[in-house]
């Protein structure tokens, strides 16, 4: 595992231009929507960075990226690790304009003054990876079948709102 700081501001031109490729760990505790998404995290979002230019001379960034996540189950609402890879393909633009036009394969990502700041970049692909619901398996999930056939303890309060599903479930089961 590497353990490079990834700088968070770089020179994504002149990094294309000389065809690097940067590789790091990023705290995922630092990802504040990342955090305020899904909770508080501990892990890294590992992160590979090749920067280049096609043959149509659009500079772009080929990325993966690998972190271990702790989400919410949505049953038992204990946070549960999950692992998560993600590849992408930015092509760099300064305008709207220029975006649109741009080869399909490329999502477009903005550089204003030849600066570009990876961290939020790698966040937004992160979030992007994130699955919507996630729960246990069912013999691994403290909230287990009896639990919700009962009742208790997820249908009240607060949880009954962030998991409407158990609730159906449990409906469901008494008739
Ligand atoms: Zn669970």
Sequence with gaps: MSTTRLPNTVEPYRLAA????????????????????????????????VFGIDMQRQHYIEGRLH????????????PMSISLDSSFLLGMVSS??????????????????????LFPLVEDELLLTLPQVLYHDEDECPV????????????????????????????????
């Design 96 to 117: 709207d304009a220029l975006a649109a036009q741009m080869q399909k394969r490329y999502e477009p990502v903005f550089v204003e003054d030849e600066q570009l700041d």
């Design 67 to 78: 972190a271990d996540v702790d989400m919410p189950c949505q049953r038992c609402l204990q």
């Design 144 to 175: 287990g079948q009896d639990a919700l056939q009962s009742g208790d303890p997820v249908a009240e309060g607060e949880e009954t709102k962030t998991n409407p599903f158990s609730v159906l479930g449990s409906l469901k089961d008494k008739n």
């Design 18 to 49: 000389q065809g690097e490729v940067l590789g790091g760990a990023i705290a995922l505790d630092r990802f504040a929507r990342l955090v305020d998404a899904v909770g508080q995290q501990t892990g890294e979002c590992q992160v590979e960075l």
